[in-house]
């Protein structure tokens, strides 16, 4: 089982925002960049038609949720989309800007069941030149993203929509640890049912089949959005910027190749599992038929000399039990042995 657990899309330690002022990055077409910008100095970056802003928002704040309405004025569909949890992946074009509902999944690190996944939305908010990731629950895919954008303030050059590029791959290539872990279940499991067999192996089989099911049914609808993504076009999505997004869906399609591969290999374990069973209470009923052919002699002779007759052979013979008892022995070794010239042993 996989002992590195840090895939999990939702940490409670990953992001402390603890104030009202979202983390935001403001690049000025001079070269400049402002940091973490106070909540007046934020409205004044969004009304003013220069630079390229980041700004991320931690829903689960009363204060930077309202942001969405009264700061950037954004579609109160798309506003109750991102604060729902439940919230399906899409992407979803307004006149001003496009809202992107992805779903970042991992193994949850609060449950002992190394099978439990845990799920987020991130949502992503993309206009001309500002760019808004939104989340209920702090997200390590947003953390490194801030990392390399406070490193690296040149990356906001590129534009808003190379930011929603760099979330929305981060937010993929979450899956790959997932990935990993159900590599190393397969792996046990497939040891443990043609290695070293364990009968109460079946639920686990199960549990990871499950797994995989899941995963896929949160893949298929994110698929979908990140083809739209790459191909449909789209003002807010300059073409140069749609190539990167074609290689966030090559990802997304390999991941779904992947997990058609473990789909396959663990049906073909669940096979082995029952043959193994089969064969196994097969040679339970063989040891029982066998058991049960040589006991028919000793029953029958035992069974004749049981009756009530006055005179049976042997009856008082001095070694009569003897004699009956080697008779007994014999027609069991012939029966044996014509099992074992008739192949059936």
């Known amino acids: 089982m996989p002992s590195d657990r840090s895939s999990a899309p939702v940490s409670a330690g990953a992001q402390s925002t603890t104030s009202a002022a979202p983390a935001c990055i403001l690049r000025h077409h ?8 106070s909540l007046d100095e934020l409205r004044d970056a969004v009304r003013a038609d220069e630079g390229t802003l980041w700004v991320d928002l931690d829903l689960s704040q009363p204060a930077q949720a309202a ?16 604060l729902n949890p439940a919230s399906r992946v899409k992407v979803d074009e307004y006149p001003e800007f496009m809202l992107v509902v992805a779903r970042v999944v991992g193994f949850r690190e609060s449950t002992p069941d190394p099978y439990d996944l845990d799920t987020a939305n991130l949502n992503v908010f993309l206009g001309k030149r500002i760019a808004v990731t939104a989340h209920l629950e702090p997200l390590p895919v947003i953390t490194e ?6 490193a690296n303030h040149d990356l906001l050059d590129r534009g808003p929509a190379r930011i ?13 640890p997932v990935l990993d872990g159900i590599d190393e279940f397969v792996d046990e499991l497939e040891q443990r049912v043609f290695g070293h067999f364990d009968e109460r192996l079946l639920h686990e089989i199960f549990k990871v089949k499950r797994l995989v099911i899941s995963l896929r049914r949160y893949l298929s609808p994110q ?17 140069e910027a749609q190539l990167y997004f074609r290689d966030v869906y090559d990802h997304m399609l390999r991941i779904t190749d992947t997990l058609d591969s473990f789909r396959d290999l663990i049906s073909s374990t669940l096979d082995g599992y029952l043959t193994q069973v089969s064969n196994r209470l097969g040679k339970v009923s063989k040891s029982l038929a066998i058991v049960g052919a040589l006991s028919v002699p000793f029953v029958v002779v035992a069974g004749a000399y049981g009756m009530n007759f006055d005179f049976i052979p042997l009856q008082h013979h001095r070694y009569g039990f003897e004699i009956m008892l080697g008779v007994q022995l014999l027609l069991g070794l012939a ?7 008739k192949r059936m042993l």
């Not at 698929?223 to 073409?239: D, K």
């Open 30 to 37: 001079s070269g400049a960049a402002d940091v973490d910008l």
């Open 164 to 176: 929603a590029y760099m979330a929305l791959d981060a937010a993929v290539d979450a899956y790959f």
């Open 145 to 150: 993203l801030m990392k390399r954008l406070r």
């Open 335 to 341: 029966f044996l042995v014509g099992l074992r010239l």
């Open 223 to 239: 698929r979908e959005v990140l083809g739209q993504l790459a191909n449909r076009p789209s003002p807010l999505l300059p073409p």
């Open 67 to 82: 942001l969405l309405a009264d700061l950037f004025h954004f579609h109160p569909l798309a506003i109750e989309d991102a």
